[in-house]
């Protein structure tokens, strides 16, 4: 195994319609127009030197160690800027080139200080590179000069240090901040020799830097480098595997020393990232091996005792004789399973074969229920798949954007990063959010409309977009004739135009003025490719099934659909819950989304996996956890989720849990729901096993060990054992075996293989025999379905009102540093840019209440309280506070409600009306969650350690 090192053409790629040839060094060379010499030198192995260069960003020729020579021109133009030109001939090298590079090299090292030997990039270094390729012998002027040697070092992020002292001022960084990353957080201060890279005035930490790593990334110095790289050495050899954090699904090569990540450094050929990452998958992968990790199997009689260390067969064999004697005792119904959208394809589908195979019954259900299951049902309805409709080059086609529910500077970074590249060159953009967040404005970036809507108006929002458009004549006739079912399509057409849908009758539920709503849908309709983006702010909501429907109507009717720049396009949360869903982990479902009463269906996975199935759908989690409280529903087996924090209304969730004889925890971590398990399995994290995920354009990735498991079993292994002590052989060697058999199985996934994944880097699903590569977009000549349908879509309020007595409307979120329920960045170095969870709420309605900034406020709802302290923040309109969910202790789900989407019980998260008072102690859950934190995670003195 070695250290893959992508080559770097030294400029962009570039693509266009016409090609020049030209002549380097001899060689005939034919590149796309606007092609650098550099790049075109590199397409045949020449790489010429150079500092300020590389091919992801833009040309800035500052360094001049590129220059070469051009016949019939005059001087040394440098390579990096200068276009390949028809017939042009180059020379690379020769004596007076290299006098010259010498010359700019010395000058360089003159001022820098001479310790390669113990600098922590030696040999990962390109001034190093550099000054051996042009033949640095000696240096000239001495060291005694002016000098930056003495600089200050930058040590405040957690992450990567700035030794100022070794820069070669560049710029890379800068550029990597404004292109790659566009925050633009760097600037260089000062001029000639005092230029000097600067964070804004301030060190990295105070700085608006949000340590994407682009700029540790490009520095062709040890100036920006890892922190781990500082204590470990430089590494030794290189995985590529995906990020086990959002639907992005970044590629990373994970760069090791042993067992030991030194860093993940995103990969240039991955497709989703192209080369660019986030703080949490670039920095925040410390959480694989912290002391909180269990990596011992434990049982327990009793959720009050505490846990007992046993081997792997002792606990298998106590789930498996657990789960059927409940089986025996209270019937076939009375236990189920969950699977994780964390966890891997393979390790999905079996643990939904195994409640099916081995418990006989559908009781499987997934965290998608509490995320994008409204995305499923209403894309499918529509559409006729469950998915997203685009890859995500495809933004770089757009021409309006419309945001609804989503926040993807924080949520999806990297496709964030993207989107705001587009925005920059000149795509318009339509925020629809209750915040203003970073999107609507921020560097070089404004939004042309922002929609402030009140929580839970989101369809009476999109309905007044499609009446404006259906009134005004704005719909794309050709299309829906051509494409769409047109009676559906003519009584929506009448629906949405009547009077109720009007922009003027929704303001008063939308709070949003209608003539903005009207500018908003005119940009949107004839505005060029239209494309929606959207989170869960769309569908966790009692209307979120609806809400998908109204944006494919939307969509479909300004003819937006199965064209590069346009779609309707869910931004997934997990890094696996698209997954998840196409895995069959919802009880009414087998993979590929067919139907389990769906004999034809039924019988192929009968026949492969030789048991009969059950064609009644099973139980969702809500009705697991109502049935858990009724008496009837038992058992569980739930394989990395944490419904005790994630799932809403905390207090019936752990009355659910409580109620149960049997819980088979597999995680990481002891996590909140493991208070309530009798049996704890421990998980691996993602860098201790092989598989797949599936993001959110589609795209199965491949995971890859890198390490042993820690609990010494990878989730899938111990899946295999459970189900074999059931009485339900699997056998799987790899899990590459498991792919067959769901490739097998499954029509959308029948050309999927290891062996294809690995000679591809990725595939977008359906990937079959009509699309042996796969399926970058969908729907592209017709609707998967065959004609698009229009649906109806009444808004209908939801049941959870405000009132005098809770006269706010809380939503939830997540934010860039912490992901979900914080299991993983909580234990990193990302807590310390979010070390508790607050309440955002609005200088009016902090100040009607007493309320100052950092104040403990009571936040109450009809479910129940908890206290947390206040930020006072314009991003808020009156009348709505916002908070995160990220640390158990604070509890945002004890707040929340059981309302939930009608189709599909998402529940309504966004959602809650609330009090809010200053207080000055804990909740009262609050104070039991600690007593129970103790009292309820006890572990008892391994009989190893007694003796
Ligand atoms: S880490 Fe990212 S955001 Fe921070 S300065 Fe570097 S490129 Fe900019
Ligand atoms: S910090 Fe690195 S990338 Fe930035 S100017 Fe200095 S040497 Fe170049
Ligand atoms: S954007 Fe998502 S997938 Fe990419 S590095 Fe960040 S968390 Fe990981
Ligand atoms: S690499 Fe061309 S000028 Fe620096």
């Not at 912490?818 to 170095?829: C, D, K, L, P």
């Amino acid at each position: 195994m070695t250290l893959i090192r992508e080559l770097d053409y030294g400029t962009p790629i570039r693509v266009a319609d016409s090609t020049v040839t030209l002549t380097i060094d001899g060689q005939s060379v034919t590149v796309p127009a606007g092609t650098s010499i550099m790049a075109a030198a590199a397409t045949f192995g020449t790489q010429i030197p150079k500092l300020c260069a590389t091919d992801s960003l833009e040309p800035f020729g500052s360094c001049r160690l590129c220059l070469v020579q051009v016949e019939g021109r005059a001087g040394y133009p440098a390579s990096c800027t200068l276009p390949a030109g028809e017939g042009m001939v180059v020379h690379t090298e020769n004596g007076e080139i290299a006098k010259r590079r010498r010359g700019v090299m010395e000058l360089y090292i003159s001022d820098h200080p001479l310790d390669c030997l113990t600098c922590s990039a030696n040999g990962d270094c390109e001034l190093q590179d550099m000054a051996g390729k042009v033949g640095l012998r000696e240096v000239r002027y001495g060291y005694d000069g002016a000098n930056h040697l003495a600089a200050a070092k930058d040590e405040s992020n957690p992450y990567f240090t700035f030794e100022a002292s070794k820069c070669i001022a560049c710029s890379r960084c800068i550029r990597a901040c404004e292109e790659t990353q566009g925050t633009f957080a760097l600037t260089m201060d000062g001029r000639g020799f005092a230029s000097k890279i600067s964070a804004g005035g301030t060190d990295f930490m105070g700085s608006e830097c949000v340590s994407c790593g682009a700029c540790v990334q490009a520095c062709p110095t040890a100036t920006l480098n890892e922190k781990s790289v500082i204590a470990l050495g430089t590494p030794e050899h290189s995985v590529i595997t995906t990020c086990a954090y959002c639907g992005v699904g970044c590629s990373f090569k994970a760069e090791m020393k042993g067992e030991t990540v030194v860093r993940m450094v995103p990969y240039k050929d991955g497709k989703a990232n192209a080369g660019h990452s986030c703080v949490k998958g670039r920095f925040a992968f410390g959480y694989a091996t912290h002391k909180d990790r269990k990596t011992k199997p434990m049982i327990r009689a009793a959720i009050t005792d505490p846990w007992q260390e046993v081997s792997w067969e002792q606990a298998i064999a106590h789930a498996a004789s657990e789960f059927k004697r409940i089986q025996v005792t209270y019937g076939r119904d009375s236990v189920g399973g969950i699977t994780s959208s964390r966890c891997t394809n393979e390790e999905t589908y079996l643990v939904q074969k195994l409640v099916r195979g081995a418990f006989g019954n559908n009781n499987v259900d997934t965290c998608a229920r509490v995320c994008h299951s409204p995305t499923g049902y209403g894309l499918s309805a529509t559409l006729g798949t469950s998915a997203g409709t685009q890859d995500f080059a495809s933004v770089d086609h757009s021409d309006v954007i419309l945001v609804i529910g989503a926040n993807p500077t924080d949520g999806h970074p990297v496709f964030a990063s993207r989107m705001k590249r587009r925005l920059r060159a000149g795509a318009k953009l339509i925020v629809a959010d209750p915040r203003r967040i970073d999107l609507v404005r921020s560097p070089h970036i404004q939004a042309q409309h922002h929609l402030p809507l009140l929580p839970g108006t989101n369809v009476a929002l999109l309905n007044a977009l499609s009446h404006v458009i259906v009134t005004e004549g704005l719909v794309a006739e050709d299309y829906v004739r051509e494409r769409c079912d047109l009676q559906e399509f003519e009584s929506w057409a009448r629906f949405i135009a009547q009077d109720h849908n009007s922009p003027e009758a929704s303001e008063a539920l939308t709070g949003v003025p209608a003539a903005e709503v009207r500018a908003a849908a005119r940009l949107f309709a004839t505005g060029g490719n239209a494309a929606i983006y959207y989170g869960l702010g769309v569908t966790e909501h009692s209307q979120g099934t609806t809400t998908v429907m109204a944006m494919a109507n939307l969509a479909m009717a300004t003819g937006n659909v199965g064209k590069l720049g346009a779609g309707v396009n869910p931004l997934r949360g997990q890094n696996n819950v698209q997954g998840a869903c196409d895995m069959g982990s919802f009880p009414h479902e087998m993979t590929g989304y067919r139907h389990v009463s769906d004999d034809a269906t039924r019988e192929t996975f009968e026949s492969f996996w030789g048991v009969p199935l059950s064609a009644d759908p099973g139980l969702r989690i809500p009705n697991m956890l109502d049935d858990a409280v009724e008496g009837t529903f038992k058992a569980l087996y739930i394989q990395g989720e944490d419904i005790a924090q994630s799932d809403p209304d905390t207090q019936h969730v752990t009355a659910g849990l409580r109620a149960m004889e049997c819980i088979v925890v597999q995680d990481i971590f002891l996590n909140e729901t493991a208070k309530y398990a009798h049996v704890f399995l421990p998980g691996s994290s993602f860098l201790e096993k092989d598989g797949t995920f599936t993001n959110a354009e589609r795209r199965i990735n491949r995971v890859r060990r890198v390490m042993s498991p820690l609990g010494g079993l990878a989730d899938w292994e111990a899946t295999v054992a459970l189900s074999n002590a059931l009485g339900f052989p699997m056998s799987y060697a790899h899990p590459g075996e498991i792919m067959d058999e769901i490739a097998r199985l499954t029509p959308s996934f029948a050309g999927v293989s290891y062996a294809k994944l690995d000679a591809e880097g990725s595939l977008q699903w359906p990937c079959n025999d009509a699309a042996p590569l796969g399926t970058p977009m969908m729907h592209v000549d017709r609707f998967v379905r065959g004609k698009g349908r229009f649906m109806l879509t009444e808004f209908v309020p939801t049941e959870e009102r405000t009132g005098a007595l809770f006269p706010l409307i809380l939503t939830t979120g997540r934010i860039l540093s912490q992901y979900n329920v914080g299991a993983q960045t909580r234990r990193t170095e990302n807590s310390r840019w979010h070390e508790e969870d607050v309440l955002e709420i609005h200088p009016f309605d902090a100040e009607s209440r007493g309320v100052l900034d950092g104040d403990l406020v009571a936040l109450e709802s009809r479910s129940g309280d908890i206290a947390l302290r206040a930020r006072i923040s314009e991003r808020m309109q009156p009348g709505v506070v916002y908070t995160t969910f990220h640390h158990a202790k604070t509890g945002a789900n004890v707040i929340t409600t059981d309302f939930s989407d009608w189709a599909t019980n998402c529940p309504e998260y966004k959602v809650t009306a609330v009090q809010v008072r200053r207080t000055n102690r804990p909740s009262d859950w609050q104070a039991r969650f600690f007593d129970e934190d103790v009292s309820l995670t006890r572990i008892a003195v391994p009989l190893d350690a007694a003796e």
